[in-house]
C-alpha cells in the first residue's frame, strides 16, 4: 500500500519548490517530450505502451512485461510531482500534478477539468504543459540513468520478444509440459538421459504467454540434457502465488568456469529473460556439487475472486490486468446496479469500489453493500482520486488507496485485506 505521508505546513515562498515549480531541467529533446505526451496518454492501453519507443528511451527490455513497467514509471514520475498532502486541492502548485492525474488516470474529459479547477481552457492548456514538461523532465533523469549496455545475443532476442508481442492466458501447465515433450525426448534419446515426468495430483495454473513459456522450458530442458546427467525429472507444483516447474538433474552438474558451464548460464540466462517477459522468473539451486535443479516460476492463476466496481472503462481494463496476472480471478462492474447483479449470482472474496461514480456513487453503494448479510465477512477496498480514508473506513471499508495506483499496491492490498478476512474467520468466537 501507499506509505502515509508526514502532513506539513502548507508552502510558502521559501519552501522548496516542487517538481512543477522547479525549472531547472536541461532543455528537453522534442522527440522526447511527444514520446512521454503520447505513453501518458496511452496510459490504460496495454498493446500501445508494449511496443511504444519511450520504453527503450528508459532502457526498458522487451523481455520484460515492457508495458507494465513503462505505466509503473510512469505513475512513479507522477508521483513525484505530488506538492504532498500540505498544499491546498486549490493552490496553483497542485494543479499540473491534479490535471495529468484527472486527465489521463481517471479519464475525466476537459470541461469537467476546466469545472473542477474553476479555470479557463487557456489556463488549463498552460498548467497542463507544465505539468508534462515537468513530468517528462523526471523520466529524463531517470533514462539518463538507466544502463543501456546489452549484448547483441541480449539485443537479438529482445527484439524478438518485442516482435511477438505478448498474450497472457490462464493455463494448466500440464498443456505446456505436453506442447515440449516431443522435442524434449527427441534430445534426451539423443544424449542417452533418462527423462522423467512426474505431473501432480492437481492441475496448476499459470498466467503465461505459451509460445514464450514453450521457448523457454524447451531451452531449459534441452540444457540440462545436453549437459548428460544420468536422469533430468520434470514436475510442477503451486507454490502460494507462483506456478513452479522443476527441472532435476541427477547426478548434480559440476560447477566451474568451464566453457560449457559458461554457455550453459548464457542459455539459461535466455530463458530467464523469456520468463520474465511474463512476469516469471528463474531460479538455480546449487549443493556442493554443482548444480541440481533449475525452477522456472510463473503468476499463478484461479486466485481469490475479485470484484471491482469503477465507472471509467479504462480503469477498469488496468485493474483487470493487474489483478489477472496477480493470479486472481475477476469480475468487473461500470455501475451500483450491475455490481449488486454479479453479487446476487456470486460472492467475491472482496471488492474493490471506486467512489467518484454517476447516479449511485461509491459511499452510497458502500453502505449497501455492508447492509448485505453475505457480505459482512467480504473485505472492501476503497480505491480513489479523493483522499477521504475516514469515511472510507467509518462506513466499513477495509483498505483505502489513493489512485494513480500501481500494480504492487493493488496486490499487496488485497493481500493484506484477504489475509485480515482469513484470519477473522479463523479465529473461534468468544462467548
Not at 467518484?356 to 448479510?373: K, S
Amino acid at each position: 500500500m501507499r506509505h502515509k505521508r508526514a502532513i506539513n505546513a502548507p508552502r510558502c515562498k521559501m519552501s522548496e519548490p516542487t517538481a512543477t515549480e522547479a525549472h531547472h531541467y536541461p532543455p528537453l529533446p522534442k522527440e522526447f517530450l511527444a514520446s512521454v505526451r503520447d505513453a501518458i496518454a496511452h496510459l490504460h492501453d496495454y498493446p500501445h505502451l508494449q511496443r511504444h519507443p519511450l520504453a527503450k528511451a528508459m532502457g526498458l527490455s522487451p523481455a520484460q512485461d515492457a508495458a507494465e513497467v513503462l505505466r509503473r514509471e510512469l505513475y512513479q514520475a507522477l508521483e513525484q510531482l505530488d506538492p504532498g498532502p500540505g498544499v491546498s486541492r486549490n493552490a496553483k502548485e497542485w494543479r499540473p500534478y491534479g490535471i495529468l492525474v484527472r486527465r489521463y488516470v481517471d479519464g475525466f474529459p476537459v470541461k469537467e477539468i476546466r469545472s473542477q479547477f474553476h479555470i479557463s481552457l487557456r489556463q488549463l492548456q498552460r498548467e497542463h504543459r507544465r505539468g508534462l514538461e515537468a513530468l517528462a523532465g523526471v523520466l529524463w533523469q531517470r533514462a539518463e540513468a538507466a544502463p543501456k549496455a546489452a549484448s547483441a545475443e541480449d539485443s537479438d532476442l529482445r527484439e524478438e520478444v518485442d516482435n511477438l508481442g505478448l498474450s497472457l492466458a490462464s493455463l494448466d501447465l500440464s498443456a505446456l509440459v505436453s506442447s515440449v515433450l516431443a522435442p524434449a525426448k527427441a534430445v534426451a534419446t539423443r544424449f542417452g538421459v533418462v527423462l522423467r515426468v512426474t505431473p501432480p495430483r492437481r492441475p496448476v495454473l499459470a498466467w503465461l504467454d505459451l509460445t514464450l513459456a514453450r521457448q523457454a522450458l524447451i531451452g531449459v530442458l534441452s540444457t540440462l540434457i545436453a549437459a548428460r546427467p544420468d536422469q533430468v525429472e520434470l514436475n510442477w507444483r503451486d507454490a502460494g502465488g507462483q506456478a513452479v516447474l522443476r527441472v532435476s538433474v541427477r547426478p548434480p552438474l559440476p560447477a566451474g568456469a568451464s566453457a560449457e558451464a559458461t554457455e550453459r548460464a548464457q542459455r539459461l540466462a535466455a530463458a530467464d529473460d523469456l520468463l520474465r517477459a511474463q512476469g516469471g522468473g528463474l531460479r538455480q539451486e546449487s549443493g556442493e556439487s554443482g548444480l541440481l535443479s533449475v525452477d522456472l516460476t510463473l503468476r499463478r492463476a484461479g486466485g481469490a475472486a475479485i470484484l471491482l466496481i469503477d465507472d471509467n472503462e479504462r480503469v477498469l481494463r488496468l485493474f483487470e490486468r493487474y489483478l489477472l496476472t496477480g493470479g486472481f480471478s475477476v469480475s468487473s462492474a461500470a455501475s451500483a446496479d450491475a455490481a449488486l447483479d454479479i453479487i446476487s449470482h456470486e460472492r467475491p472474496d472482496a471488492i474493490v469500489l471506486d467512489i467518484m461514480m454517476r447516479d449511485v456513487d461509491g459511499w452510497q453503494l458502500l453502505q449497501r453493500l455492508r447492509a448485505i448479510p453475505e457480505l459482512a465477512a467480504v473485505p472492501i477496498i476503497v480505491c480513489s482520486v479523493l483522499t477521504e480514508p475516514e469515511v472510507a473506513f467509518a462506513l466499513g471499508a477495509q483498505v483505502y488507496l489513493k489512485k494513480p495506483v500501481s500494480q504492487q499496491e493493488m496486490l499487496a492490498a488485497l493481500r493484506q485485506a484477504l489475509g485480515e478476512s482469513s484470519s477473522e474467520a479463523r479465529r473461534p468466537a468468544v462467548p
